[in-house]
């Protein structure tokens, strides 16, 4: 079998390894190690300490580093004829909250349109149909309540990265994914964008011709005097990622548009 990976060289795609073969990933800040066994996968990882490390690349080795201890090995049965390993990408599985450098108003009738970058989880699987092994953020974030107290509201990843106004300021990395968000002030108040909350799981995934990827941009309409926003993801890729692909979909399907808390108060759990 050929194997089938980005045209750019991406760490994505299906890789097909001899019994007994060991393989690396970089995929930004994590370290991916896998070997095929007579009768199963085995898998080393590490996530190193920069969200933003711009690593990326697969080569083979002839043993498991010594950083990488075997305590932290997961090992998966297979029936002996999977040879292929498919790594996919995938957006968190919460809402992300973001904040911008500084804190940006809105006035009334006005817009805004802000990126943020948040890490991918890889999902690993084998088999046609595809089983699913194993599924890992790229980086970790730190969970965060987003909501108006300590008891309303729900539980995101606090991304260590901030909002940015300009796309050229915004962190670039084969393990994260670009957001862009059109925020429209139509309530009769100024709209002190201190914080924002982004429904990733609604968010489909693409990946540009230089190898970026995206998610579709999403439109934030606010009309109340208060937190709330229509929330409406645009059908495609986003401008800025010109003829860029479809790699996944959302994890959760919705309705065109919904009415969520998109701007508040944000509690640290």
Not at 44 to 57: K, N, T, V, Y
Not at 75 to 101: K, T
Not at 209 to 233: I, K
């Amino acid at each position: 079998m050929q194997e089938r990976v980005a045209d750019d060289g991406a760490w994505c795609g299906d890789f097909e390894l001899a019994a007994g073969e060991l393989r690396q990933w970089r995929i930004g800040p994590m370290t991916l190690v896998i070997q095929r066994g007579a009768r199963e996968w085995r898998l080393r990882r590490h996530q190193g300490e920069d969200p933003l490390d711009p690593a990326s690349g697969v080569r083979s080795l002839t043993g498991f580093p010594d950083w990488l201890p075997e305590r932290d090995e997961e090992r998966f049965i297979h029936e002996g004829r999977d040879s292929v390993i498919r790594l996919q990408p995938r957006l968190p599985d919460r809402a992300v909250v973001g904040r911008p450098v500084a804190p940006v108003r809105v006035p009334a009738g006005g817009s805004a349109r802000v990126y943020l970058s948040v890490p991918l989880w890889v999902v690993i699987g084998i088999g046609n149909p595809q089983r699913v092994l194993a599924e890992y953020p790229t980086f970790q974030p730190s969970d965060t309540w987003f909501g108006p107290s300590p008891v309303e509201g729900e539980l995101c990843y606090a991304v260590r990265t901030r909002c940015r106004l300009s796309l050229e300021d915004t962190d670039r990395s084969p393990a994260r994914a670009v957001i862009p968000l059109r925020i429209r002030n139509d309530a009769g108040d100024v709209l002190a964008l201190e914080r924002v909350s982004v429904p990733a799981p609604l968010l489909s995934l693409y990946r540009d011709a230089g190898g970026r990827f995206w998610t579709e941009a999403v439109d934030m309409r606010r009309v109340e005097r208060d937190a709330s926003a229509e929330v409406t993801p645009q059908a495609g890729p986003p401008q800025e990622a010109g003829e860029a692909r479809r790699v996944e979909g959302p994890r959760r399907a919705s309705g065109r548009s919904s009415v969520m808390r998109a701007f508040g108060v944000l509690f640290q759990g």
